[in-house]
Structure formats: structure tokens, C-alpha cells
T-cell receptor, first 114, second 112 residues
Framework: AQKITQTQPGMFVQEKEAVTLDCTYD???????LFWYKQPSSGEMIFLIY??????QNATEGRYSLNFQKARKSANLVISASQLGDSAMYFC???????????FGTGTSLTVIP | NAGVTQTPKFQVLKTGQSMTLQCAQD?????MSWYRQDPGMGLRLIHY???????DQGEVPNGYNVSRSTTEDFPLRLLSAAPSQTSVYFC???????????FGPGTRLTVL
């Protein structure tokens, strides 16, 4: 069964604007972690941000923030003040604290337009 | 710290050949995993390990074997390569369940 769903195959955003990348997840575990990774065209996987299921506040890392809505099982990534270098694939992932596995979504391709 | 290293970066095999993809990490991480990435399908877990001597299957384990004799190394063996195994393979490691994964640079494998 699919654990992570990213419904936006491709997104466009104007430079300096904010953009939200959607992610929903499915788990029955009481404790889990949510992650976002960036994959530029060069192919490497770059960790962006982490949110624990028991964290009371939304995680932030520089221009990245995670809009965590536990009841809706969503963990959307918000990128503020988009830059040309933000053009990449973005993957949402979930780690189950009981299953030892890491599940990835199918990704969203973001293009920043100058 | 080299992080997670993978060799080779590129490989071309003929159907039926076997080979081993190497993965090593120098961060003393207990958790290590192998993924394959195919267009439109994200990353799918092949095998993973939670410590030396302990391995388990992921989502797509068929055709692959792993072993974990040391904390540092986690090789992935293709027993008899098939064209369906053409993919980009990533090795990753993490300290624990609440921690992010660190990825190697990937191996691009083509099976003819």
C-alpha cells in the first residue's frame, strides 16, 4: 500500500515567490518522522527538513518550512522567496519508528521561472 | 568525513551477468538501505539493515542479495542481471529512526 502521496507531478513558480509542495501520508504507527529531500538535475539527494509526529511546532530550516497537519495526515513543504537554484525534484518521505523502513513519494518537479 | 560512498558510478551489464554494488559509510550509522530510482516511481526500498549481521527485505527485493558483516559496509549483489534492473541505485545511511538519511551519489546501471 502506498504510504506517501505527492499529487503534483510538476509545479512552476515565479522567482522570489513562495510555493507549496503537497504531501499526504498514511500510517497507523503512533510515532513517525516526515522528511523532505531535494534532487537537482545532478542526481544527488539533499536533505531539507524533518518533522517528528509529536513535534508541537512546524519545522523550519531557512527558507524551508513544513506545514504539518496531523489530523489531515499532510506534511506540505513551503519554500519562500524561490530562487532559480530551487529548480529540482522534491521528495516527501516518511520513516516509521516501528517498521525501520523509509517510504518515499513519487516526487514533484519544481521549476522556478525568472 | 567522506559520508556515504558508492562504487561504481556507472556500470553496463549483459543479461545474466552478476555484480556487486559497493556502499560504505564512515559515520558509524547503524541503519543502511539500498534504493532503486526509476522514472515516475520515486525511490523504492530494496533491502535494509539495522546493524551488522541484520538485514531485511524492502519493497522490491527480488533479484538482489545483501549482507552486513561490518557497520561500515553494505554491498548489494545482483545475482543474474535482467533488463528490468536497469535503474539508478542509491545507498543511504542514518543514525536512528528519527534521523535523516544520508545518500551516496548513486550508481547508474544499465542491463542490456
Amino acid at each position: 500500500a502506498q504510504k506517501i502521496t505527492q499529487t503534483q507531478p510538476g509545479m512552476f513558480v515565479q522567482e522570489k515567490e513562495a510555493v507549496t509542495l503537497d504531501c499526504t501520508y498514511d500510517t497507523s504507527d503512533p510515532s513517525y518522522g516526515l522528511f523532505w529531500y531535494k534532487q537537482p538535475s545532478s542526481g544527488e539527494m539533499i536533505f531539507l527538513i524533518y518533522q517528528g509526529s509529536y513535534d508541537q511546532q512546524n519545522a523550519t530550516e531557512g527558507r524551508y518550512s513544513l506545514n504539518f497537519q496531523k489530523a489531515r495526515k499532510s506534511a506540505n513543504l513551503v519554500i519562500s522567496a524561490s530562487q532559480l537554484g530551487d529548480s529540482a525534484m522534491y521528495f516527501c518521505a516518511m520513516a516509521s519508528n516501528t517498521g525501520n523502513q523509509f517510504y518515499f513519494g513519487t516526487g514533484t518537479s519544481l521549476t522556478v521561472i525568472p | 568525513n567522506a559520508g556515504v560512498t558508492q562504487t561504481p558510478k556507472f556500470q553496463v551489464l549483459k543479461t545474466g551477468q552478476s555484480m556487486t554494488l559497493q556502499c560504505a559509510q564512515d559515520m558509524n550509522h547503524e541503519y543502511m538501505s539500498w534504493y532503486r530510482q526509476d522514472p515516475g516511481m520515486g525511490l523504492r526500498l530494496i533491502h535494509y539493515s539495522v546493524g551488522a549481521g541484520i538485514t531485511d527485505q524492502g519493497e522490491v527485493p527480488n533479484g538482489y542479495n545483501v549482507s552486513r558483516s561490518t557497520t561500515e559496509d553494505f554491498p548489494l549483489r545482483l545475482l543474474s542481471a535482467a533488463p528490468s534492473q536497469t535503474s539508478v541505485y542509491f545507498c543511504a545511511s542514518r543514525r536512528g529512526v528519527d534521523n535523516e538519511q544520508f545518500f551516496g551519489p548513486g550508481t547508474r546501471l544499465t542491463v542490456l
